[in-house]
Structures are given as C-alpha cells and as structure tokens.
C-alpha cells in the first residue's frame, strides 16, 4: 500500500532536514546537510528533466527555490528558536512555502508541464495542503462561535 508519494517522501525529507538543521554546528552542517542552494539545484535538475524545462525555466525555478528555500530554513529556524514544539505550526510554515512555490512554478510551466508537474504528486500535495487548511478553518470557526 502507498501512504506517501514521492513528492510527499521529498517534503517530510525536507521538512525534516530544515528542523534538524538549526541543532546541529557549523561544522556538521557542512558535512552532512545539503544547503538551501544545493537542494534547489537538485530539484531544479529534476524537474528540468522531468518537465523538460528550457534553461530560462530552469534559471527561474532554481532561483525561486534558493529564495524560497532559505527563506523556510530561516522561518523554522525563528520558530525552534522561539522554542515552539508544535509540529502542526511547522505544517503550517512548510504548506505556506510550498504553496508559495507552486504559485511560481504555475507562473514559469506552460500548461503541459504544470499538468505532468500536478500528475507528478504536486496535485495529490496540493489536495492535501488544501484539506489541512479547510480542517484549521474549521476549527477556527468552531472556536469563535464558542
């Protein structure tokens, strides 16, 4: 049975490279954690091979992940910082930032490659991100009416 696709397996690995990040040295950092910068260009590799990208594209994805990558990494960071144990909230900052990327990939993907994007496990991430934010809704609304 398949509980996680790919692209899932790739954000819970991210996610968690990201909060375990901040506790490691400097100099294990160098070592053994790919940077913000080294994990765009994979991705961007990969979708460029995936996708069939032309290098503007490429040039445009890679430079939307460094930026978008550093600035997640940087936001996980305030929060293991600010001592927050909530994994939920760290949900929240990585279904923010991975939305944020998926409405700059929309903008840089013809139409072809959005849809092999989406049928690539983009659309099942974006299903999921959508539910987690209606159920959050939810319970919002809930609470005011208490």
Do not use: C
Not at 36 to 55: C, G, I, Q, T, V
């Amino acid at each position: 049975m398949k509980i996680f696709g790919f692209k899932s397996m790739i954000l819970a690995v991210m996610s968690i490279l990201f909060v375990s990040q901040v506790s490691l040295s400097a100099q294990e950092q160098d070592d053994k954690i790919p940077t913000p910068e080294e994990m765009a260009a994979k991705e961007a590799d990969r979708l460029a091979s995936l996708l069939k990208l032309d290098p503007g594209q490429v040039f445009y994805v890679d430079s939307t992940l460094q930026h978008d990558y550093a600035a997640w990494q940087a936001e996980v960071e305030k929060l293991q910082k600010s001592r927050v144990s909530n994994y939920d909230i760290y949900n929240d900052v990585r279904d923010k930032w991975m939305e944020q990327i998926d409405n700059t990939y929309r903008k840089i993907f013809n139409d072809t490659q959005w849809a092999a994007y989406l049928k690539s496990g983009a659309g099942k991430n974006q299903k999921a991100r959508e539910k987690r934010k209606a159920k959050v809704e939810k319970a919002n609304a809930t609470r005011q009416e208490k």
